[in-house]
């Protein structure tokens, strides 16, 4: 007997997600990294937004590891424990890595950072003399950006080519994310499991399936719209 399988009535390539901004702002994850106190952070709160900020970064495993959805990072007098190039070096790391957090990158000194070669590896750069509405401007813009569904399966899918993984099975992966929003399962342990069976980087691994996930808790937000 052959049995009709229902076509998914999730469509992964259009499904998208519009948060209010005022939510955006208290779900976003932002750290600010700067050697120096950033007054800049005290106002942020105020506009509601969850911001913290490192005067020196732990480690840049950690770094990566938090997955924060936004790092402003300043390019003098931070990683240099880490690297002779200091932020420059720290922001190389992050997009060697593959981290997915969106990177400001920022500074005082007075030279056309926009032309500096380190900035193009950054979403965006701003003056530390910049107001607070360019600040937020910037900051909202980029938080939209992270915060959707596209950002995540593009994410997936630009992981698994730079892996070689095959089409039938990224297919399938993303046949799964999908399965996993129809069914609002938040774990989707399949997804986990099919990541592991094509991955064998443990760090990797983790990688993929928090942007799996995420995908999976967007795209069900989005759904249920």
């Known amino acids: ?17 519009n948060l ?19 007054e800049k952070v005290v106002d ?3 506009e509601g937004y969850t911001i913290e900020q490192w005067q020196s970064i732990p480690s840049l495993r950690q770094l990566f590891d938090e ?19 200091e932020g420059f070096g720290v922001l190389k790391y992050l997009r060697e890595s593959g981290s997915n957090s969106r990177i400001i990158a920022f500074s005082g000194s007075t030279f056309d950072i ?13 003056g ?8 937020m401007r910037k900051i909202d813009d980029l938080l939209r950006e992270k915060h959707s569904v596209k950002n995540y399966r593009d994410y997936i899918r630009n ?17 799964l994310i999908v399965e996993a929003i129809e069914k609002q399962d938040k774990k989707a342990s399949s997804v986990v ?12 691994q983790k990688s993929m399936a928090v942007a799996a996930i995420k995908a999976v808790s967007l795209g069900i937000e989005a759904a249920s719209k």
Do not use: H
């Not at 901004?21 to 050697?35: F, N, S, Y």
């Not at 924060?68 to 300043?74: A, E, G, N, T």
């Not at 926009?114 to 701003?126: G, H, K, V, Y």
């Open 44 to 46: 942020l709160k105020r």
């Open 67 to 85: 997955d924060f959805d936004l790092i402003i990072l300043d390019i003098r007098g931070v990683g240099n424990e880490f690297s002779k190039d």
């Open 159 to 175: 992981y698994c080519k730079s892996l070689a993984i095959s089409d039938s099975d990224r297919t399938k992966l993303e046949s």
């Open 193 to 204: 499991n099919k990541i592991a069976s094509l991955i064998s980087d443990e760090e990797i």
């Open 114 to 126: 926009t032309a500096n070669e380190f900035f193009s590896q950054a979403d965006d750069t701003l």
């Open 20 to 38: 209010d901004i005022k939510e955006l702002r208290k779900r976003a994850r932002i750290i600010v990294i700067d050697d120096q106190e950033a």
């Open 128 to 135: 530390k003399d910049a107001s607070l509405f360019e600040w």
């Open 1 to 17: 007997m052959l049995w009709w399988k229902k076509p998914p009535s999730i469509d992964f390539d259009t499904l998208e997600i």
